[in-house]
Each structure stands twice: as C-alpha cells, then as structure tokens.
Antibody, heavy 111, light 112 residues
Framework: VQLVESGGGLVQPGKSLKLSCSAS????????MHWIRQAPGKGLDWVAY???????VYADAVKGRFTISRDNAKNTLYLQLNSLKSEDTAIYYC??????WGQGVMVTVSS | DVVLTQTPSILSATIGQSVSISCRSS???????????LYWFLQRPGQSPQRLIY???NLGSGVPNRFSGSGSGTDFTLKISGVEAEDLGVYYC?????????FGAGTKLELK
C-alpha cells in the first residue's frame, strides 16, 4: 500500500489550493478515505472523510470551504481547499480508512 | 461534537515498565451497528501516525502484542506491557462513531 500526497505549498489567505493523494497497492474504489491535518507542533485534527460510495463528512472548521472527492479511475483522492485561513496551515495527511497513512504534504497560508 | 479527553498528557516511563493511557469520550461510542469505532495511533517524531488498535481492542497488522486496548461506552484504555525504546512518541485516540470524527489531544510518552 502506498499513499502519496501532493499539491501543497505557500498560498495567500483567501486563496485556493487542491491537494491530491495518489493511491496504489490496493483496490482504491473499495475503501473509505480520510484527510487529517496537523498544525506545526500540534495534535492531529480530522478534516474530512469520503466513503467508497462517495458519501462525505466534514469537520465543522472546514465545512463549506473544503471539498473532498475521489476519482476511482485514477486511484486518486482530492481535497479542494477554498477561502484559506492562516489557521489552515498544517501538514495534510491522506489515510486509507484508519489503517494506512501517507507521508503528508505541507500547506502554509500566509501573506 | 464528541470530545475525547486523554490522560495523562505526558507519561514518563523506564524501559520495561508497563503503562496505561486513558481516553474518555463525552458520549458513548457504541454505534447502532454494534461496533465501537475507537482507534489508537502512535506518532513517532518526524513520522506519519501509525494505527495500533482498531475497534477498541483489535491489534493492528504488524503491531507488537505488548500493546493492548480495552474499554466500552465512554471509557477506553491503551496499555503497553513493557515499554521499549521504539514506543516513544505521541499517542492519540480517535473516534469514528459520531460525525464529525475527532481525535484526543495526545499523550506524549517519554523516557524517565
């Protein structure tokens, strides 16, 4: 199993960013997937979940601003981040269920 | 939202010592399907988190059997029977019974 996040970087407040998580080594379409983040020096913060049937759930702090989606043909999970705030600065991890995690991608929101 | 309270926040242990971490939930984590979606993770310094325990008491793949999980309803415990140096890091509980899902604040295990 391999999960590789990409798309992070430095972005100004109010702008947008789209994260990707490329999955391999398992039948991607069969698994629910999470995005979880970790601000510098802080604990884990659950962000969003998408089921194998594409049902979605969001943390209150990101609801209406972030969108989780998946492309089963490309074995890829996405997180669209809109209206970014400084408090969204974090390492963003994708995870297969709770079992397997990627290495994370850094998002920095700053002017 | 469900609040998970982990205690202690810092745990100092010697190699070989047995230790426990508590995770208390603000509401029952027993789901209507009969499962309790409570998990334990370890994050070693500079690494991604690793799942140790799933559904309260099931040992994750490749996880040493010195780790064990127990509990029900709102009270859960992770026990390490004989701490080893590789066990140092921050431990988190997580619940996925009630959306939005939530993590505890973490327990840092350090060497005494």
């Amino acid at each position: 199993v391999q999960l590789v996040e990409s798309g992070g970087g430095l972005v100004q407040p109010g702008k947008s960013l789209k994260l990707s998580c490329s999955a391999s080594g398992f039948t991607f379409s069969s698994y629910g997937m999470h995005w979880i983040r970790q601000a510098p020096g802080k604990g884990l913060d659950w962000v969003a979940y998408i089921s194998s049937s594409s049902g979605t759930v969001y943390a209150d702090a990101v609801k209406g601003r972030f969108t989780i989606s998946r492309d089963n043909a490309k074995n890829t999970l996405y997180l669209q981040l809109n209206s970014l705030k400084s408090e969204d600065t974090a390492i963003y991890y994708c995870a297969r269920g709770t079992r397997d995690w990627g290495q994370g991608v850094m998002v920095t929101v700053s002017s | 939202d469900v609040v998970l309270t982990q205690t202690p926040s810092i745990l100092s242990a010697t190699i070989g010592q047995s230790v426990s971490i508590s995770c208390r939930s603000s509401q029952s984590l027993l789901d209507s399907d009969g499962n309790t979606y409570l998990y334990w993770f370890l994050q070693r310094p500079g690494q991604s988190p690793q799942r140790l325990i799933y559904l309260v008491s099931n040992l994750g793949s490749g996880v040493p059997n010195r780790f064990s999980g127990s509990g029900s309803g709102t009270d859960f415990t992770l026990k390490i029977s004989g701490v080893e140096a590789e066990d140092l890091g921050v431990y988190y509980c997580m619940q996925a019974t009630h959306a939005p899902y939530t993590f505890g604040a973490g327990t840092k295990l350090e060497l005494k």
